[in-house]
C-alpha cells in the first residue's frame, strides 16, 4: 500500500484553478475534482469542458469524482477526455458493470464510491471491475463539513473485503479528512486521501499536503499488520 493524496480543488479558487493546481504539483499524488449535478446532491459545480479545460493545463492526473445522477451516462466521456481515474456513486449507478468496464475501456482506472449510508459488503462481488473503492467520510455535496468517524468500521471491512479479494484496489476517503483525521483513516485502511479544505484553506497547500502524508504514514504504520498488510 502506498500512501497517495488527492487535493480536492473545492476548495481552491476556481477562477485561478490552473494557479491552484500547481501549487500542489509538487507533492501531490493526484488532483481530485467534485463534478455535482444539483441533482444527485443538491450542489452544483463544474462539469466536463472544464475538465477538458483543466487537463491541458494540470501536471497532476485528474481523479474525477462523478457526483452526478447519470454517471452511466457521462463516467465514460470523463476518460475519454483524459482523466486517469474517474469514480461512479454505487446509489446513483444503474448499470455499475457496464459503467466501470466503458471507464477502463476509456483509458482510465475505474472506481467505485458508497456514501456513508450505503453497505459495502453488497459491492464485494464488483471489485474485479473496480481500481479504487470510495469510502465517503461526509455526506458528499459539499466542502468543508464534519468527518463522520461512524464510517471508519466500514474503511476496516472494506480492507478486509479488498485484501480477501486479493487484487490490487486502492481504497480512498473523502470528506472531512484533516491533520486531525488522516491518521484515523490510514490506521483503519485507506490508502487514497482526499482533502479539500485541509490543502486548498491552507496559507501554503503544498506543504499542508506534505504534512498530511506524515500523519497518513504514520498511521499506516500503527495499523494492525502494518504497512504491509493488505
Ligand atoms: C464532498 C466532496 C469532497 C470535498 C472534500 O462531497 O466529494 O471531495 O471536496 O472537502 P473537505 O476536504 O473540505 O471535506
Ligand atoms: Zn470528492
Known amino acids: 500500500m502506498t500512501t497517495q493524496i488527492a487535493p480536492s480543488v473545492l476548495a481552491a479558487d476556481f477562477a485561478r484553478l490552473a494557479d491552484e493546481a500547481s501549487a500542489v504539483a509538487d507533492t501531490a499524488d493526484w488532483l481530485h475534482i467534485d463534478v455535482m449535478d444539483g441533482h444527485f446532491v443538491p450542489n452544483l ?22 457526483m452526478i445522477a447519470e454517471p452511466d451516462r457521462w463516467a465514460p466521456d470523463y476518460a475519454a477526455a483524459g ?13 455499475p458493470v457496464r459503467t466501470l468496464r466503458a471507464i477502463r475501456s476509456a483509458g482510465a482506472r475505474a472506481g467505485l464510491a458508497l456514501n456513508p449510508g450505503t453497505a459495502v459488503d453488497p459491492y464485494a ?17 459539499f466542502g468543508g463539513q464534519s468527518f ?15 485484501a480477501r479479494h486479493g487484487g490490487e484496489v486502492w481504497l480512498q476517503v ?9 491518521g484515523r483513516c490510514a490506521e483503519a485502511g485507506a ?13 501554503d497547500p503544498g ?3 506534505g504534512h498530511l502524508r506524515e500523519l497518513a504514514e504514520a498511521g499506516s504504520r500503527s495499523r494492525p499488520g502494518g504497512e504491509s498488510a493488505g
Request: charged share 20%; aromatic share 2%.
Open 191 to 203: 490508502d487514497v486521501f482526499v482533502a479539500g479544505t485541509a490543502v486548498f484553506g491552507s496559507a
Open 45 to 66: 459545480t463544474i462539469g466536463l469542458p472544464v475538465v477538458a479545460a483543466l487537463l491541458k493545463h494540470a501536471v497532476l492526473p485528474l481523479d474525477c469524482h462523478l
Open 83 to 95: 482523466a486517469r481515474n474517474v469514480t461512479i456513486h454505487a446509489e446513483a449507478a444503474a448499470a
Open 148 to 162: 463522520l468517524d461512524l464510517v471508519l468500521p466500514k474503511v476496516r471491512r472494506a480492507r478486509e473485503l479488498i
Open 125 to 141: 462481488g464488483l471489485l474485479p471491475e473496480v481500481d479504487m473503492l470510495l469510502v465517503m467520510t461526509v455526506e458528499p455535496g
Open 207 to 209: 506543504k499542508a499536503v
Open 174 to 182: 473523502d470528506g472531512g479528512v484533516t491533520e486531525e483525521t488522516i
